[in-house]
C-alpha cells in the first residue's frame, strides 16, 4: 500500500542540560588511565574475553570511496559485512542477557516482523584531540551541583569520564556524560518526522541549527555564561506551516536559569512557555515527550536515580543503511516498527541507569531504564514504564559513526507506543539532499537571539 505523508507541525528540540551534588571529583592517579587502560573517553579499552567485543584501538574516520564531505549523505564503510546472527522471537531466550526488556517486549508484540540482525562490533566512535585533553581535565575537576540540575568546572568534554561516588551519583554522572557528549561545535541539517499508524505516516520537514557552546574550541567553564547550547527548529514543509519553530536557549545550570525558549510563526516571535519534562509533542501524535527528545534532555530532579552498571547488551550501531538515500521513507518505515532488515545491531557494553519517579514529583514516566554505550557516552535505548508498572514505551537510537564530525551520533530516533502499536520517527534524511553538515564557525549569540528571528522569517 502506497503511503501518504500527512502534514503535522512538530517542534523537534534537541537539548543538553544540568547535573547533581558537590561531590569530589577523581584522583590525577585514577585520570591518569584515560588513554590508557581507558580510551580518552572513559570507556574500556580492552575488549572482552570471548572475543565479541574488540579492543578500540582510536575510532575509525576513515572517509570511503564516494563520499563528498560533510553534509552528504554517509557511504557505508562496511558494506562487506555480514550478520553474525539474528534474534528473533523464537529464539530470544537464548540472548536475554544481552537484551534489553524493551527490546523483548517489540519481539513479543511483532514477533513475525521484528528481529535483530547482529554485526560485527565495531567501536567506531572518536573525537578531536582538544575533547580529549579537555576530558582529561574534567575528570579531576568536575562536580555535581543543585541537586541533579547542574555542573561545575567542567567544559568541552565528558564532564565525568571515571564513574565515582554512590549508586545515584554515578547514575547522574552517567546522564550528564550523554548530555553534554561529543557532537561537533555547530551542526546543522533538514529532515522528516512522521507518525505511523497502521502502515500510514505523517510528517513536517524540519530545518535544524545548533551551536554547542559546550564545545567551543579554545573555552574554558568561565566562558559559558550558564549556556550549553543554542537551538534553532525552523519548518520547511507543508507549506502552511513553514517559517514556524523555535528557538532554545539550553542552561547548564537550570535551577539558577530554567531554559529559554520561545516559538515563532508568521512574524511573530513569542516567549514559550516552560518546555520540559512530560510535556508531549502534539507533532509527535504525543508519543514523545519533551524530555524524550534526543533519547533524554532536562533537569533530572523529578527522579530518584540508580547505577545498575556496565554490562554487554545489544544495541543500534553503525546504522548506515537504514538512513541512506538508496531507500525511501517507505522502504524504512514498516507497519509497526523500523524495517528490521535495513537496521544494524552489535553487542557493545553499556552503562545502564535506572530512574524511578519521586514520590513528590509528577511525570508521564514512572520508571525509566537507559543504556548508554559505553564508548560514546548516547543513550541507545530506553525503556520507559506507566505508573501501573507496565512497559509501554520504549525508544530507539540507531546510532552510527558521523566520520566528518568524527564520532558516533544518532542520525535517526524512533519512539514506539506498544499499548497503541503505533511509532514515532524522528531525523528521516533518506529522501533529503544530505545529513548533519558540520561547521567549526560560530555566526555569533545574535544569530539566536529571539530579536533577530523576524529577519529570518522573511525568507518565507
Known amino acids: ?41 572513559g570507556a574500556v579499552r580492552s575488549g572482552n574475553s570471548a572475543g565479541t567485543i574488540p579492543r578500540w584501538t582510536g575510532g575509525d574516520t576513515t572517509r570511503p570511496d564516494g563520499y563528498e564531505g560533510t553534509g552528504d549523505h554517509h557511504v557505508n564503510p562496511y558494506p562487506d559485512d555480514k550478520p553474525r546472527y539474528e534474534v528473533t522471537a523464537g529464539n530470544m531466550a537464548e540472548y536475554r542477557d544481552v537484551l534489553a526488556d524493551g527490546v523483548v517486549a517489540m519481539m513479543k508484540a511483532y514477533p513475525e516482523t521484528f528481529r535483530l540482525r547482529v554485526f560485527p562490533t565495531r567501536r567506531t566512535h572518536t573525537a578531536p584531540d582538544h575533547i580529549a585533553e ?22 568541552g568534554g565528558h564532564p565525568f569520564p571515571i564513574l565515582h561516588g554512590t549508586s545515584e551519583e554515578k ?47 579554545g573555552g574554558s567553564p568561565e566562558d559559558l555564561d550558564n549556556i550549553v547550547n543554542y537551538y534553532l527548529s525552523t519548518v520547511i514543509a507543508p507549506e502552511q506551516y513553514a517559517g514556524g519553530g523555535i528557538l532554545v536557549h539550553e542552561t547548564l545550570d537550570q535551577v539558577k536559569e530554567p531554559r529559554k525558549a520561545w516559538g515563532f510563526s508568521a512574524g511573530e516571535v513569542r516567549r514559550a512557555p516552560s518546555l520540559g519534562y512530560d510535556a508531549p ?51 524504512v518505515l514498516d507497519k509497526q516498527h523500523l524495517n528490521s532488515d535495513l537496521m544494524r545491531w552489535e553487542l557493545h557494553r553499556v552503562h545502564v541507569v535506572e530512574a524511578n519517579l519521586r514520590e513528590d514529583a509528577r511525570h508521564l514516566y514512572h520508571k525509566r531504564v537507559f543504556y548508554i554505550d559505553e564508548d560514546s557516552w548516547n543513550i541507545a535505548l530506553v525503556d520507559q514504564y506507566d505508573d501501573q508498572g507496565n512497559l509501554y514505551r520504549v525508544t530507539m537510537a540507531m546510532l552510527k559513526n558521523f566520520y566528518d564530525m568524527p564520532g558516533v551520533w544518532a542520525d535517526l530516533e524512533v519512539y514506539h507506543d506498544l499499548s497503541k502499536g503505533i511509532y514515532h520517527a524522528t531525523g528521516l534524511i533518506n529522501e533529503s539532499e544530505g545529513t548533519r553538515t558540520f561547521k567549526n564557525e560560530f555566526p555569533g549569540k545574535r544569530y539566536f537571539s529571539p530579536f533577530t528571528l523576524r529577519r529570518r522569517l522573511s525568507d518565507y
Open 281 to 331: 509533542i502534539a507533532s509527535a501524535g504525543n508519543l514523545r515527550t519533551v524530555d524524550d527528545t534526543d533519547t533524554f534532555n532536562g533537569a533530572l530532579d523529578r527522579y530518584n536515580w540508580e547505577y545498575k552498571g556496565l554490562k554487554e547488551m545489544l544495541i543500534p550501531y553503525n546504522n548506515f543503511e537504514i538512513t541512506s538515500d538508496k531507500y525511501t521513507y517507505d522502504d
Open 171 to 217: 547514575a547522574m554522572q552517567a546522564m550528564w556524560n550523554h548530555l553534554t557528549r561529543w557532537r561537533g561545535r555547530w551542526a546543522e541539517r533538514e529532515y522528516t518526522e512522521v507518525v505511523v499508524v497502521n502502515g500510514q505516516y505523517r510528517g513536517v520537514t524540519m530545518r535544524q541549527e545548533v551551536f554547542f557552546n559546550w564545545n567551543m574550541e
Open 134 to 155: 579537555n576530558t582529561r581535565k574534567n575528570a579531576v575537576r568536575a562536580s555535581l551541583i543543585d541537586g541533579g540540575n547542574g555542573v561545575q568546572n567542567a567544559f
Open 1 to 41: 500500500m502506497q503511503k501518504k505523508l500527512i502534514p503535522a507541525l512538530c517542534i523537534s528540540l534537541l537539548v543538553l542540560t544540568s547535573a547533581s551534588f558537590t561531590q569530589a571529583a577523581v584522583s590525577q592517579a585514577e585520570a591518569n588511565r584515560l588513554g590508557n587502560s581507558l580510551t580518552p573517553f
